[in-house]
């Protein structure tokens, strides 16, 4: 079993920048993708950026690219998502999730944490 918390939320001013972490625990990872997930109210969960444990490949939805950079920590077994320039548009709740499968795809992520909120203000 793995278990994931997220914390760094909170409200920010629009252009401003806040950093999420997804602290992971339970059993060894690093065969596995990280993934950030945002899922605004009446919207669906989607994409923001994915990353992999060993070889630290990461990909990023185009419209976080140039804003919003994902990493990983393995000694803490913590991923990042650092936002910067954000958009009121980028108010969400914020996921962090693991999985093995294709990483843009929430369906193939098996555990999920319990989200953080994100509020920028315009």
């Known amino acids: 079993q793995v278990q994931l918390v997220e914390s760094g939320g909170g409200l920010v001013q629009a252009g401003g920048s806040l950093r999420l972490s997804c602290a992971a625990s339970?059993?060894?990872?690093?065969?596995?993708?990280m993934g950030w997930f945002r899922q605004a109210p009446g919207k669906e969960r989607e994409f923001v950026a994915a990353?992999?444990?060993?070889?630290?490949?990461?990909s990023h939805a185009e419209f976080v690219k140039g804003r919003f950079t994902i990493s990983r920590d393995n000694a803490k077994t913590t991923v990042y998502l650092q936002m910067n320039s954000l958009k009121p548009e980028d108010a969400a709740v914020y996921y962090c999730?693991?999985?093995?499968?294709?990483?843009?795809?929430?369906?193939?992520?098996?555990?999920w944490g319990q989200g953080t909120q994100v509020t920028v203000s315009s």
């Open positions: 999730a693991e999985g093995l499968g294709r990483w843009t795809e929430a369906t193939e992520y098996s555990f």
């Open positions: 990353i992999n444990w060993k070889s630290g490949s990461a």
């Open positions: 339970g059993r060894t990872f690093s065969i596995y993708n």
